[in-house]
């Protein structure tokens, strides 16, 4: 037989059936983010251990990093990967492809490009124009090689 997970919000309710939210203390939000800042740490799995939803975990760390719960304390290794959830977005142009027809002098035409990051996919072509900090294409490329 398959496991079966039991609703273990009808020990929570009420004498008149209604469900009692639970009230999590600011210590207990803390300790649960800062574990999940750390390198290697799974929310799902600090969530699932904790009786948690792990979406009401990463409202907790957003919450955390904006300082609704006291000053920052992240651990080592944590702020590279709190970084990586504020990265910038980068901005997208969608160009047409270029019809198989059109001459060759046409597409020398086109001024050289400077400062460009640009990735080929079977598709489609990824172009990102300006200065953009290697930590920015060090994701890019962790997220495009998944």
């Known amino acids: ?18 469900y009692k ?9 803390r300790q649960l983010v800062e574990q999940s800042l750390e390198s290697g740490a799974s929310v799902a799995l600090i969530a699932r251990s904790n009786d948690i939803n792990a979406n009401l975990l990463f409202k907790w760390r957003r919450q955390y990093l ?14 590279r990967g709190a970084e990586r959830e504020l990265a910038p977005l980068l901005p997208v142009n ?12 046409s597409a020398n035409a086109v001024a050289p490009l400077e400062n460009v990051c640009e990735v080929q996919f079977e598709r489609a072509c990824l172009r990102i124009r300006g200065d953009v900090s290697p930590d920015t294409l060090r994701l890019l ?3 495009l090689s998944r």
Do not use: H, W
């Not at 939210?21 to 939000?29: A, D, I, Q």
């Not at 969608?94 to 002098?105: D, G, K, L, R, W």
């Open 1 to 18: 037989m398959a496991d079966t997970k039991v609703d273990k919000t009808l020990n929570g309710r009420a004498g008149g059936g209604v």
């Open 94 to 105: 969608i160009i047409a492809e270029t019809p198989a027809q059109a001459s060759p002098a």
């Open 141 to 143: 490329v962790r997220e």
């Open 66 to 79: 904006e300082g609704k719960y006291g000053p920052l304390t992240l651990p080592e290794g944590a702020a």
């Open 21 to 29: 939210r639970p009230n999590f203390s600011t210590e207990f939000k």
